[in-house]
């Protein structure tokens, strides 16, 4: 049985505000939550962080992240730019994938976010922590 997740809390720690939308949350009208984290601000709650184990669960299932709104940004199609990303649990993995508009959000191009204790091998409740790096790449980590 895989592990379940539940992020709690999300630090915005970019100069910029970002747009946070759960994908498999829905609203009372039948919306996808979607919310914004203002620059060097948080969000507290309860999401369960989806799981998605190939490219048609990763359409459907996931957490984005969206740091492009209102805001002077490097071009799209850059390979090294993410100015989106996807979140969800693949296993007992918190992974992400990029989205820099050149197609790399696929399922295989997946990459476990980082953080400490056995992430990967226990259930429980995270936190995310969204920073920048020089070249405005949205860096996440999870704890």
Known sequence: MANI???ITIANQCP????VQ????KT?????DIFTVGANEGWSGQEWIPWADSDSDLAKHFILVDATSGHD?????NANYFPRIKIFQSGSDICFVGDNGAGMSSYDNRV???GGGGLG????????VLSRS???QLIAVIG
């Open 121 to 128: 091998a226990t259930s429980g409740e995270r936190s995310l």
């Open 22 to 25: 759960f994908r498999e949350t």
């Open 16 to 19: 910029r505000a970002v747009r």
């Open 73 to 77: 940004m490097p071009s799209a199609g």
């Open 134 to 136: 020089d070249n405005s």
């Open 28 to 32: 009372a009208q039948g919306k996808n």
């Open 5 to 7: 997740n539940n992020l």
């Open 112 to 114: 476990t976010l980082s």
